[in-house]
């Protein structure tokens, strides 16, 4: 099995042992990756760019788990393939992204 | 090579073709994993439980694919095994919320 | 003296007090904006909108309190007129929105 | 009158002239705080400290008074005094973050 699909499954036999299916709707799963993605951001408050960098790992690596953890519970309540989606987007971001001319640049796609 | 180390090779492989590495610090990663978020959310806003559960699924991909994308992105960045990471998360959180206390309840874990 | 500026000039003295105005840049202070917003979303998470409109008052009072109390720091650095700015906006949206279109339905502007 | 309750009381004809109270319930006004949260933080992605003090002054007007209009209809919708709220949570972090302990440092309460 793949790892996505794995992680996936383990996320929603934790889920189903604590019978937590009745709460995990679309909208609040939603709601629960703003949340987790703001814990996330709060390692970062009133931190420059370079203090940023040495925040504490097993602090950043739990904040991110917790958002990958809300993220795959949704692709798997949707039974998206999380890989193809994925992979759509980087393409679909390739077309409003051109290289010629997104390069060396960070302005959004409306304004090259 | 798994599904996960594959995405994190496409994202970065995207990011160099547009020398985007220089803008990808830490904290701005960070910030854009919650910016997607807020977009995936925007889909629901104003809307009820169950008219959230019919969205767009084409719309819904495309966003989840945007917050997947830029978390593993910063994942990347620190080299983190994502499998590793959520598993250990699950571990974590099977601690906080022990199925005897959390079982059918949706309160957080300093309120079991 | 209108509250508005009453609340920034105790934000302020609340700042200055301890030193804190080196730490308020406008990044970080919409930043800030953000996490206390998704403290504020907290609140509701896995809750129906019906148990979410018997939130704990005084805790949805404090939540929405440091909202505005970042935005007033934001809005007071720039020296912006909360009023103005916000009956501009209203003015604007006006124009997005107009009541023949906008009546009765949740759709965005750019779907009416 | 004070400009708070000015505003509040504008904001609530637009909505009413809309009919849009029926969306307005307290999850869903939380929820826009922080979707128009997340796009005054769009102002500064992938931008220094430095560069996002350079932002357009009209955008962050805009931005911010989106963040303060939905802020403000979620006070109107619970009766708040909004001046009340904010002076009571100044001094509850008054008492979080002493002087003598918080002078100069941006370590949150819980590290102090």
């Known amino acids: ?65 917790d958002v990958f953890a809300v993220a795959l519970l949704l692709a798997g309540k949707h039974g998206f393939d999380v890989k193809e989606i994925v992979l759509e987007k980087i393409k679909k971001n390739g077309e409003k992204y051109p290289v010629e001319k997104a390069k060396g640049t960070a302005k959004k796609y409306n304004e090259l």
């Not at 996320?11 to 993605?37: G, P």
Request: glycine share 0%.
């Open 1 to 65: 099995m793949n790892d996505i699909q794995l992680l996936i499954d383990e996320l929603q036999k934790f889920r189903d042992a604590r019978n937590w299916k009745q709460f995990h709707n679309t909208k609040d799963l939603a709601l629960a990756v703003s949340i987790e993605a703001a814990e996330l951001n709060e390692l970062f408050l009133w931190k420059t760019i370079e203090e940023s960098e040495q925040v504490d790992k097993n602090k950043l690596k739990e904040e991110l788990a």
